[in-house]
């Protein structure tokens, strides 16, 4: 995320104002249902294209890079992004690229894909929102790193996650969120590190 973002409230850059501010809110939401889409579409999806699956999600990766590199071209921004991502990566494409990874790299767990994603979709706006009312750094963790967990225990419950897994992998996902990098946004470290920190304990998964 930019240090430009944490200046001021966040709906002042957005395109769009208030209503560019949700949007956003609700289409980083909406990325929770990418797995469910993944799963119960893509092996038919792949037939119609003629592609595998991993070769479908990397066509899908490789068609968002070229249109986040055509929109820096031509420099604009759309409805809900913010002013300064008409020169630099946006949060959109980063978040389209980690998920990209995810499943290029997870897609065989769907118990580790839907607790990673679901972290990011629902845990990013969930802090952003926090630091908005200007709730303490601190507690911003602390609560970020509860709401985090419950997603992992749920998933648990839903797809047989490894529950041990919630108590490294909360405090992880929250932590890669809080870097302020210029080029990077959170919605890149939010998956990658996280990602990064599963596939060195897969195998004891």
Not at 63 to 80: C, S, Y
Not at 88 to 108: H, P, R
Not at 133 to 157: D, E, H, Q
């Amino acid at each position: 995320m930019s240090e430009q973002v944490e200046l001021t409230d966040p709906v002042d850059h957005s395109v769009g104002g208030v209503s560019g501010h949700v949007f956003r809110r609700v289409f980083h939401i909406s990325m929770s249902f990418i797995p469910l889409i993944y799963y119960k579409y893509a092996e038919n999806l792949s037939e119609i294209v003629s592609l595998t699956e991993m070769q479908l999600v990397s066509t899908v990766v490789l068609l968002l890079i070229f249109a986040e590199a055509a929109r820096l071209k031509l420099g604009i921004t759309i409805f809900g992004q913010r002013d300064y991502e008409s020169k630099q990566i946006s949060a959109l494409a980063w978040g389209g690229f980690a998920v990209g990874m995810v499943f290029l790299t997870l897609s065989e767990y769907p118990e580790l894909v839907w607790p990673l994603i679901l972290s990011l979709s629902l845990g990013d706006p969930f802090l952003g929102e926090l630091r908005r009312r200007n709730i303490n750094p601190k507690n911003v963790f602390i609560f970020g790193t509860i709401f985090v967990a419950l997603i992992w225990i749920s998933c648990y419950i839903s797809v047989d996650t490894k529950p041990w897994l919630a108590l490294i992998m909360a405090p992880i996902c929250v932590a890669a969120e809080w870097p302020r990098l210029r080029w990077i946004d959170d919605n890149a470290t939010m998956l990658l590190i996280p990602l990064s920190v599963i596939i060195i304990v897969l195998p004891w998964i």
